[in-house]
């Protein structure tokens, strides 16, 4: 078993976005493709964001116990971990790295243990989520009010997590990221 890094928080935090700049930084990272229900949005392609798939497939594949652990993060819309995500990453001598909600990083955790760290992304606000929600402007009114009622919920499990990390300022955010990850990596 190799070793990952999990990312969890609120859809909004900023997971997505601290992830991408980690990416450029550690050679050593592959990201964990999701399997999920939804439609793509924008420009998000199959088998990069996500592997998209009809809510048969998902269920056909949740049945067959492909996954590592999968969600109905919002209703209707099903999110999960292939199991086969991490055999290819570790085959290649990298570290996965999960960009998950909050239960799925909690259920992740539990099955890594310590070759896993846990980093729980914390907006400033929920005033400052809910307005990086909009401006983000990918997700409907009815997609945004769902998330921001998630949210609160998730907010209080911050605990359950190694590492919480505040993303206030982006670059202050990403420079404590990499000296965490760098210490947990050994490599400090
Ligand atoms: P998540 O992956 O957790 O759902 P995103 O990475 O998509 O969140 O971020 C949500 C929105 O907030 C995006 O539009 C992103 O550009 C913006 N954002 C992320 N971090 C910051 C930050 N530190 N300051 C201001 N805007 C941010
Ligand atoms: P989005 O639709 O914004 O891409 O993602 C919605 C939520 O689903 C985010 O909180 C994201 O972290 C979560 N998510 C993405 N992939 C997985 C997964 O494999 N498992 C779980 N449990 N949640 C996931």
Known sequence: MGKAILFSAPSGCGKTTIIGELMRYFDCFDFSVSATSRQPRGTERDGVEYYFMSHGEFMRRVAEGQFLEWEEVYQGTCYGTLRSELDRIWAKGKAIVFDVDVNGGRNIK?????????????????????????????????????????????????????????????QRAVDEARAIIERFLGRQ
Do not use: C, W, Y
């Open 110 to 170: 539990r099955h890594l243990g310590d070759d896993a760290l846990s980093i729980f992304v914390m907006p400033p606000s929920l005033e400052v989520l809910e307005q990086r929600l909009r401006g983000r402007g990918t997700d409907s009114e009815e997609a945004i009010t769902k998330r921001l009622a998630r949210s609160a919920e998730e907010l209080k499990q911050a605990g359950q997590f190694d590492v919480t990390l505040v993303n206030d300022d982006l």
